[in-house]
């Protein structure tokens, strides 16, 4: 089997300047909110080419993820391959456990595939509660999201607010398949296993699988739900536009 370096890396013309524009955009982010500032890490390709920009370039940005308690055990390995290659403690916010045996006692394991609703309650507590937990007392975040991983994030700025107000900055907004896996063999970055099992984009074990050639990246997230409900909520709100007069 080919390895996801293997199908996907190469480098494309602009990609030096797209690296350049990427630590950038991290230094002058860490430079405005120092001591307040995190990258949000899902543990995918995207977040482990930030993870290694802030650590080659010692820009003092914290890196944190979730545990959902359903991650798959490749994801999780990298938290420890992460703090030995780089040095950097790994902050990780668990959900409460509480409320997740209220829910699972409530609704079962399988709630996610039973209908919309459940399946982005699971995610409300799993995800979106330790999520505000990792930005309290933030006053901004960054993450990997990129505008060719879906029809969805195809206009993914660099910058905008989040709904509470906090600068939010996407630094490979404008890299390609092409451009990740290219940094990736150029600095001998560490990543989740599962790329190489036809995982471009990697969320929970339950509501994740390989993709066919030919579909989209995310095609194997929430696989059962229409295009229009795939999306978990940590990245689907914005602040609001200001009403015009």
Known sequence: MSSAIEL????????????????????????????????SSSLGVEGMVLT????RHRLPI????????????????????????????????????????????RHGERAMFDSVE?????????????MKRLLADRSAWVTGLRRSQSEHRAEVPFFELDAEGREKF???ADWSDADVWHYVRTHEVPYNELHDQFFP???CEPCTRAVSLGEDARAGRWWWEQEGTKECGL?????????VA
């Not at 390995?77 to 209220?102: C, D, M, N, S, T």
């Not at 459940?118 to 330790?130: G, N, S």
């Not at 990245?235 to 009403?243: D, G, I, K, M, V």
């Open 52 to 55: 290694d920009m802030i650590a």
């Open 235 to 243: 990245h689907s709100l914005r602040r609001p536009e200001p009403a």
């Open 170 to 172: 996407y630094p490979l």
């Open 62 to 105: 914290a890196v944190a993820t979730l545990d959902t308690g359903k991650l798959h055990a490749e994801t999780l390995a990298l938290i420890p391959r992460i703090e030995q290659r780089y040095g950097l403690k790994v902050e990780v916010f668990r959900a409460a456990q509480e409320a997740v045996v209220h829910f699972v006692g």
């Open 8 to 39: 996907h890396a190469r480098k494309t013309r602009g990609h030096d300047a797209r690296v350049a524009h990427a630590v950038a955009l991290l230094r002058e982010a860490a430079e405005d909110h120092a001591g307040r500032i995190v990258q």
């Open 201 to 203: 984009s990697i969320g």
């Open 118 to 130: 459940l399946r982005k309650a699971c995610c409300d507590v799993r995800k979106l509660e330790p």
